[in-house]
């Protein structure tokens, strides 16, 4: 049984005087769940947001009103409750001690019509409003059963603890205190299953034409709660908050599985009964990498309330071809797609066959069969983010076919900044006054012998990307183009007389980190400093699979003319 279950059997049971509940997360979805638990057992309720009724005459009408289930009119003049035995309306908000009478005209009129003793409770939200705007209320409401002599009890729900809000001088009755804590991550996904989307599971849904609430996605919806918590628990724990962010991108999230059962309906027989299927764990991973920085956008504009979820997921709908994007494969109608543009390097319209994807169809088998239709398109539809060495090694210009050619070498420049040291750069990259690139001289001193055991230093290729800092890339950038994408001087404009000018201008337009940030959706780069970090530069290193694989980038780096076993740094010390 829940907390919120057990305090309201104790209201009917046993009636408090006085309750607080301090809730750190959720305090509104606690009050909606403790008034609907009471409603269902005859109880009367008055729910009084602190924020709402800011003075003491709103708050009264607000109790009055909300016990009687009483809604003022327009053409009852906004009238407030008063006995129907009374041809005058009697004003109960001038003073508390009129309050307190019209709580006895409610108790009499709530008895004589349920022809039983009746049960009030007053649920407070946001009480330490009423510290700040209405300190005289405070204490009376804390005594009010002392003061009327009914059964009446009141509930404070606060995000803030009773020792905060509580008057000075001992003169409120102290509560009867529960703390419910912070929610575990299964507790808050139930409940954001059981608040928001088990009324969704029963729209209808039929074969032909599948809703993203069909009752086939229940299972895929429990792991798609899961990618959403992780990312907002940082910054909130609240279901309400956690459950808006999910509904918001949950249809885009699912839309991919749609069009690829959709495609599979055109393709099939008329008379074959194709069913709608969870997909495979595979395509689940890459729809989750997909969707992820969508979601981190959802959690700055939604959690901020700078948009509401209706706009944001229509100004957000995944484009026609989201699915060929997931799988790694060309779009099969370039108007209508927003897949990056490639350079002179990539492949012609007319060489890229047209494609029926399908999540639940297995894509080693889709690869075997472009392999069989048109060889040269073999390297174009591996995806790129390989998932071992083997796979990767068969996909020299993957990269060199998807991403344009200043991303290209700003890839090769976070490979370079994430696997050699700093003290390499000076002698790696460095150039004279002249601008010519010289290396450092190397002083051979006669060193003493290694002892034969200790550890032995790996390279640090083979033991994964390292963090470095946004300057320290742009610097490698820098030196990259000066070396092999500067322009001739016939070519090169006359303004630029500095050696390496051209190139620092280059490295500072906005497409540059444009280019950066584009890495970054993809996850060919992994920022590891948090967005609201101010101190310091951003610091990055090279995400999972082709970008930290040394073939794949060697190749790529070929393409541009890198030789990029020459930028390695291989030395001990």
């Known amino acids: 049984m829940s907390t919120v279950t057990e305090v309201s059997t104790l209201l009917r049971l046993s009636p408090t005087p006085f309750i607080f509940i301090n809730d750190l997360t959720s305090p509104r979805l606690t009050t909606n769940s403790l008034i609907n638990d009471l409603d269902a057992q005859d109880v009367h309720t008055a729910r009084i947001d602190g924020v709402v009724c800011f003075t003491p005459r709103l708050f009264f009408d607000t109790v009055i009103n909300a016990l009687t289930r009483w809604k003022p009119t327009w053409e009852d003049g906004c009238a407030n409750w008063s006995p129907s035995e009374l041809h005058t309306t009697k004003r109960y908000n001038d003073s508390f001690d009129a309050f307190l009478h019209g709580l006895k005209d409610v108790h009499t009129h709530l008895t004589q019509e349920n022809q039983n003793p009746t049960k009030m409770v007053l649920i407070v939200e946001n009480p330490e409003r009423l510290k700040e705007g209405m300190p005289e209320v405070l204490v009376p409401l804390t005594r009010l059963r002392e003061l009327l002599k009914l059964d009446i009890s009141v509930v404070f729900v606060s ?40 009324h969704l599971w029963r729209i209808p849904s039929s074969s032909s034409s599948p809703t993203p609430y069909h009752p086939a996605f229940q299972p895929l919806y429990a792991q798609y709660l899961s990618l959403v918590y992780d990312i907002c628990h940082t910054f909130t724990d609240d279901p309400s908050e956690i459950g808006y962010i999910a509904a918001a991108r949950w249809p885009g999230f699912v839309k991919p599985i749609l069009d690829g059962y959709s495609q599979r309906l055109q393709e ?12 495979s764990v595979e395509f689940i991973m890459r729809l989750t990498r997909h969707f992820k920085p969508s979601l981190n956008t959802a959690l700055e504009q939604l959690f901020t309330r700078q948009t509401n979820a209706t ?32 350079d002179d390097e990539g492949m012609d319209d007319d060489e890229l066959p047209s494609l029926q994807s399908s999540p639940t169809r297995p894509r080693s088998e889709r690869i075997r069969n472009l392999q069989s239709q048109n060889p040269t398109f073999a390297d174009y539809a591996l995806p790129l983010f390989s998932s071992n060495a083997a796979s990767s090694s068969t996909a020299p210009v993957a990269l060199s076919s998807a991403l344009p050619r200043m991303s290209r070498f700003v890839l090769v420049a976070a490979f370079l900044a994430s696997m050699n040291p700093i003290k390499s750069d000076l002698r790696l990259f460095g150039r004279g006054l002249d601008g010519k ?5 190397v002083v051979r001193t006669k060193k003493a012998p290694k002892p034969i055991s200790g550890p032995v230093k790996i390279p640090q290729r083979y033991l994964g990307p390292s963090p470095f800092s946004l300057d ?17 001087d016939d070519e090169m404009p006359e303004e630029f007389t ?45 995400g999972p699979g082709v970008a930290s694989s040394y073939e794949d980038v060697s190749a790529m780096a070929k393409g541009l003319g890198i030789t990029l076993g020459d930028l390695i740094w291989e030395r001990e010390n």
């Open 159 to 198: 995000a803030q603890r009773w020792e905060d809000i509580k008057p000075p001088l001992g003169a409120a009755l102290d509560p009867y205190y529960i703390d419910l804590g912070i929610p575990t991550k299964d507790a808050i996904m139930k409940q954001i299953s059981a608040s928001f989307t088990d």
């Open 472 to 488: 320290r890339m742009i610097a490698i950038l820098g030196a990259l183009l000066e070396e092999h994408d500067v322009p001739d």
């Open 437 to 441: 690139k010289r290396r450092r001289r």
């Open 498 to 542: 500095i050696p390496g000018e051209y190139t620092d201008m280059e490295t500072r337009r906005v497409g540059v980190y444009a280019s950066i940030t584009q890495l970054t959706n993809m996850r060919l780069l992994v920022r590891t400093t948090p967005l609201d970090k101010l101190d310091g530069p951003p610091m990055y290193k090279t």
């Open 268 to 279: 099939a027989d008329p008379d074959e009964n194709i069913e709608l299927e969870v997909p």
């Open 311 to 342: 706009d944001w997921a229509a100004a957000n709908e995944p484009n026609e071809d989201v699915l060929d994007q997931i799988l790694g494969l060309p779009p099969s109608s370039p108007t209508k797609s927003r897949h990056v543009a490639t």
